[in-house]
């Protein structure tokens, strides 16, 4: 029989875990439902516990810590990821296994964004106006085309699971998600579902700016890592346009008159120009290296898939 994990992380859900793992047991019976502690001061654990699910801790903080641990601890044929506030319909369960188990995704994203849901339930102006930044920045950035970049609702198959390396230690884990699915050709499938906010008297962990920046920092991060040549090239023509800007008019004095009269802005420009060759080089050596690297990937998820098949 096919093994279900259902993985929710918790801080502070005591107003709604119940209802949560209570909704999830009613649609996928035959599923093993984790949840991941971390870190409340509340009674979340102890209400887990009581409506049956596998309680485990987490003491590194943040989001990201809870999903690593997760991913390495937990084996499964299929994994829906969860928040424990309420806001995502256990409803919709099974249709984000179905494209897991008939091979058609590796990963699939409970989209709030499609049908309007999340416009009309979301009472935080500037998280709609986040969304809207990151999934833009994220298409056009890796050519990309996902709905809903940050969604928690997430189903996984097994291959995704312990072939993804999680780097981030806090909420950047859906964005970072995301960037490797499409970054290493896994197949993504998007279904809309119904959100709804969280019920009074459950509050967000997210901060929307602190949590923003984070989010941003962790895209040029991961720009800078899987796309060194764009992200490298770019800052290589930011500072060739700067150093000439800088120069032509220092060039065109020295033709007339044979002196260089702005010596500090010659300096800069020429710095700024070397600095741009550097920049654009460096850009294409790491561009090469990380060419290697997926190939080298790609093998290792070759042997992997034989490794997998041959145990089934």
Same mark, same amino acid.
């Given at each position: 029989?096919? $093994?279900?994990?259902?993985?929710?992380?918790?801080?502070?859900?005591?107003?709604?875990?119940?209802?949560?793992? &209570?909704?999830?047991?009613?649609?996928?019976?035959?599923? @093993?439902?984790?949840?991941?502690?971390?870190?409340?001061?509340?009674?979340?654990?102890?209400?887990?516990?009581?409506?049956?699910?596998?309680?485990?801790?987490?003491?590194?903080?943040?989001?990201?810590?809870?999903?690593?641990?997760?991913?390495?601890?937990?084996?499964?044929?299929?994994?829906?990821?969860?928040?424990? &506030?309420?806001?995502?319909?256990?409803?919709?369960?099974?249709?984000?296994?179905?494209?897991?188990?008939?091979?058609?995704?590796?990963?699939?994203?409970?989209?709030?964004?499609?049908?309007? /849901?999340?416009?009309?339930?979301?009472?935080?102006?500037?998280?709609?106006?986040?969304?809207?930044?990151?999934?833009?920045?994220?298409?056009?950035?890796? $050519?990309?085309?996902?709905?809903?970049?940050?969604?928690?609702?997430?189903?996984? &198959?097994?291959?995704?699971? $312990?072939?993804?390396?999680?780097?981030?230690?806090?909420?950047?884990?859906?964005?970072?998600?995301?960037?490797?699915?499409?970054?290493?050709?896994?197949?993504?499938?998007?279904?809309?579902?119904?959100?709804?906010?969280?019920?009074?008297?459950?509050?967000?962990?997210?901060?929307?700016?602190?949590?923003?920046?984070?989010?941003?920092?962790?895209?040029?991060?991961?720009?800078?890592?899987?796309?060194?040549?764009?992200?490298?090239?770019?800052?290589?023509?930011?500072?060739?346009?700067?150093?000439?800007?800088?120069?032509?008019?220092?060039?065109?004095?020295?033709?007339? @008159?044979?002196?260089?009269?702005?010596?500090? /802005?010659a300096v800069l420009s020429t710095s700024l120009i070397i600095i741009?060759?550097?920049?654009?080089?460096?850009?294409?050596?790491? &561009? /090469?290296?990380?060419?290697?690297?997926? $190939?080298?990937?790609?093998?290792?998820?070759?042997?992997?898939?034989?490794?997998?098949?041959?145990?089934?």
């Amino acid at each position: 029989m096919e $093994k279900i994990a259902i993985l929710i992380p918790c801080y502070n859900e005591e107003k709604t875990i119940g209802k949560v793992i &209570d909704d999830f047991k009613h649609e996928l019976p035959n599923a @093993t439902i984790y949840v991941y502690d971390n870190n409340s001061t509340d009674g979340t654990s102890e209400i887990a516990r009581y409506h049956g699910a596998i309680v485990r801790k987490e003491h590194r903080q943040g989001k990201g810590n809870v999903v690593r641990s997760m991913f390495q601890d937990i084996n499964a044929d299929y994994y829906l990821m969860v928040d424990g &506030d309420d806001t995502y319909p256990a409803s919709s369960a099974n249709e984000l296994l179905m494209p897991l188990k008939t091979g058609r995704a590796n990963m699939t994203i409970g989209d709030r964004l499609s049908n309007g /849901t999340y416009g009309k339930e979301n009472k935080r102006k500037f998280h709609g106006f986040g969304n809207d930044l990151v999934r833009w920045s994220i298409n056009k950035l890796f $050519k990309s085309n996902i709905n809903d970049i940050m969604t928690g609702y997430r189903g996984f &198959d097994r291959y995704f699971v $312990k072939n993804f390396p999680v780097l981030s230690s806090g909420f950047q884990i859906e964005t970072e998600l995301s960037i490797h699915c499409v970054e290493n050709d896994f197949l993504i499938q998007e279904i809309p579902i119904d959100y709804r906010d969280r019920p009074e008297g459950s509050f967000s962990k997210l901060n929307t700016f602190s949590d923003g920046i984070k989010v941003i920092n962790m895209i040029l991060r991961m720009l800078k890592d899987v796309r060194p040549f764009l992200f490298f090239g770019g800052f290589s023509l930011l500072l060739l346009i700067v150093g000439l800007v800088l120069g032509i008019p220092v060039i065109n004095e020295f033709v007339k @008159t044979g002196l260089v009269l702005k010596l500090p /802005t010659a300096v800069l420009s020429t710095s700024l120009i070397i600095i741009s060759v550097i920049s654009f080089f460096t850009g294409a050596i790491l &561009d /090469t290296i990380n060419t290697n690297h997926k $190939k080298q990937y790609f093998l290792m998820l070759v042997r992997y898939k034989e490794m997998f098949n041959k145990n089934e």
